[in-house]
């Protein structure tokens, strides 16, 4: 089946890598994948990668625990149990209010950044266990890898690729 | 080169001159208050139950006992009897001397209004000339494109130092009674206006040591600033291996230590003294905090009026952004010092700090918490976004709450131990704020007129011009700017 090939195309530079995705997307090929060994500048970009939304989820989750933390202390402190420790004020929440804030402060930030991360693990499909996807163990070390799905034009394609400077091009099947 | 254009020219004499005219005003009908006036305030405070115009009235019982009444409405001191009458230097509670200490108050009113907006104006223009400084001992990138900028508002440091030593040498001649611990008699064990509080600390606030201290900050201050006006001008053309460069990089790096050192003397001296029984340990951070925020802010007002009128042709969106992260991240740093020296005082509840904010938050309840919602919840929540940082407009909407924020936060700093309950938001506060707009439009416009907007002789200039943070998009350019 044609459907199941990929090209894999090798680079050794990050700035030849992304004139490559240019050159690509110019003749609007789609490309599956890239794997880089680090954050290349510039790179989403030239791929036209949407951004991400991770910084709007953070915030909602800062607000979540913020509602917490305001919860708590007024379940606990004032509602619960209202005793008077040390003469501070506990006939209302506001009244005592200046005392909840480092708790307020640090669970608006435990909630965002933890669940953020772990929003970040899941939607990057990251875990234990987790089998590595990696093509080829050279991309973690000096290679970049530009992989490109084939539809009877593996010529077309294998030509293009070689004007834009890829050091090694392999034609794979997809498993 | 820029070219400072008439009608804003025009526009900023004719704020001076309001200004002028207006506290000329309010220093003339200040000096005609008697003590009949000041009885009448009494009278009308303990008639509807003292202040109800300013919101909230002391929660605490209210006899009938009408000197108490009145003690509490003349401001400063608060609470039990046994702390005001040792804590107070107006320890007598009869009704003339009552009288005479609103009188006080009364008169201070329009010292007070010019010297708020005098301190907001002199210290945000010495914290633009901080931040400039920092910038050379950084070496930072981005921002050598609006050095010139940050170099022009500093202009104002000149005209606004010499009204502080103006008002200074006033206030140790006794022409007004904005520092109670100048007040005859504090220091004389035989006088009854005697205060040991104030007495044991008059090592350090006694006239003499006020006036020498305070010339001496402005002409440091005023040194550098004079300085490096010159040199980095000189730069632009000295083509000398950046020889002066580096001279200007040391004399930054010098001028960095000098203010640190005079930053947190000046705050005692001129916004702690105004409260002499009263103290804390980070006042002095907490007042930078709030001037840092405001220069930046002016920074950001000039720099996106001067690159709409195509002055300053190496800035962009990015450039925006990174003042408005500042803007951001520093009206956070400001809340953070305010409400650590806030909730310290309020969870420890030691008589002789409270009364520091028992006197705000009793007479300026609303000020004093409607500054934290300017100056915190409303940057927070607009400059959050990243977008959002780029936009002119938008982060000129931010910097407007920003600045009246600080302005009031400097404001409740003063006011309440000069004015106490007598404070109103009127002509003599509206008239010195026009002055001082009119004062630095007019000095920072004039003096960016002086000079190339590019400073061509900085190494990191080519750095600054192609400055732009990956995250955001720019308004007119194509993607090719990217990279």
Redesign the interface.
């Known amino acids: 089946m044609e459907a199941n090939k990929v090209i894999h195309a090798f680079y050794t530079d990050d700035e030849v890598l992304v004139d490559a995705v240019k050159a690509v997307k110019a003749e609007h090929h789609h490309i599956e994948e890239v794997f880089c060994p680090f954050p290349v ?2 790179l989403d ?1 030239a791929m036209g990668l949407a ?1 991400t939304r991770l ?1 709007i989820t953070a ?1 909602f989750y800062g607000i979540t625990g913020l509602g917490v933390a305001i919860w708590l202390t007024n379940y606990i402190m004032i509602q619960d149990w209202p005793q008077d420790i040390g ?1 501070k004020p506990s006939f209302s929440w506001f009244e005592n209010m ?2 909840f ?1 480092p708790i307020m402060f640090e669970l608006t930030v435990f909630f965002a950044a933890h669940l953020m991360v772990i929003t970040f693990y899941m939607r990057s499909r990251i875990w234990p266990f987790k089998e590595a996807e990696n093509p080829d163990p050279r991309t973690t070390d000096d290679h970049f890898l530009m992989e490109i799905p084939v539809h009877n034009n593996e010529e077309a394609l294998t030509s293009l690729l070689a004007k834009t400077g890829a050091v090694e091009i392999n034609v794979v099947d997809k498993h | 080169m820029y070219q400072f254009s008439g009608k804003l020219k025009t526009f900023s004499l004719a704020l001076i001159v309001l200004g002028v005219i207006g506290i000329a005003f309010s220093f003339y009908s200040g000096s005609q208050t008697t003590i009949e006036d000041a009885k009448h305030a009494i009278e009308a405070a303990s008639n509807d139950g003292h202040g109800g115009s300013h919101g909230e009235s002391i929660e605490a019982p209210h006899t009938s006992d009408n000197s108490k009444v009145d003690n509490n409405a003349s401001g400063v001191h608060h609470g039990e009897g046994s702390v005001d009458t040792t804590m107070s230097g107006h320890g007598a509670h009869d009704d003339d001397s009552h009288a005479e200490h609103v009188l006080h108050q009364l008169q201070n009113r329009p010292w007070s209004a010019f010297y708020v907006a005098l301190f907001f104006s002199l210290g945000l223009t010495l914290l633009v000339l901080t931040f400039y400084a920092i910038q050379r001992v950084a070496q930072v990138g981005w921002s050598v494109v609006i050095l010139r900028v940050m170099e022009a508002i500093t202009g104002n440091l000149l005209p606004v130092s010499i009204l502080m030593a103006i008002v200074i040498i006033a206030s140790v001649m006794h022409l007004n009674h904005l520092f109670p611990w100048m007040a005859e008699g504090t220091f004389d064990p035989s006088s009854e206006n005697y205060d040991p509080i104030v007495d044991g600390k008059s090592w350090w606030i006694n006239s003499t040591g006020f006036l020498v201290r305070s010339i001496i900050y402005l002409i440091l201050w005023n040194t550098y600033r004079f300085f490096i006006r010159k040199n980095s001008i000189k730069e632009d053309t000295a083509n000398d291996g950046n020889k002066t460069y580096k001279k200007n990089y040391n004399a930054s790096v010098i001028f960095l230590f000098v203010f640190m050192i005079t930053e947190t003397m000046m705050s005692w001296d001129w916004i702690m003294g105004l409260d002499p029984h009263w103290f804390s340990t980070l006042f002095a951070w907490y007042v930078l905090a709030t001037l840092l925020v405001s220069a930046l802010t002016v920074i950001a007002f000039f720099t996106i009026y001067l690159r709409s009128k195509n002055a300053l042709p190496g800035v962009n969106d990015s450039h925006i952004h990174d003042l408005a992260k500042f803007m951001f991240g520093f009206s956070v740093f400001w809340t953070y010092l305010w409400f650590a020296q806030f909730m310290l005082i309020w969870y420890a509840d030691i008589p002789e700090e409270t009364t520091y904010y028992v006197a705000r938050f009793t007479e300026y309840k609303l000020p004093f918490l409607g500054m934290v919602v300017m100056n915190f919840a409303f940057p927070v929540l607009l400059l959050i976004n990243s977008d959002f940082k780029s936009k002119p407009w938008f982060v000129f909407i931010g910097g407007v709450v920003i600045l009246a924020g600080h302005y009031i936060d400097v404001f409740i700093m003063v006011m309440p131990s000069t004015v106490g309950a007598q404070w109103f938001f009127g002509i003599p506060e509206i008239s010195a704020l026009l002055f001082f707009i009119g004062l630095i439009i007019y000095t920072t416009l004039s003096s960016f007129a002086k000079a190339n907007p590019v400073p061509k002789g900085n190494p990191f200039l080519a750095e600054s011009e192609h400055f732009h943070y990956y995250n955001i998009e720019h308004s007119g350019e194509d993607s090719g700017d990217h990279h």
């Open positions: 500048h510039g970009k951004p910084a915030f003469g200046p005392a804030v």
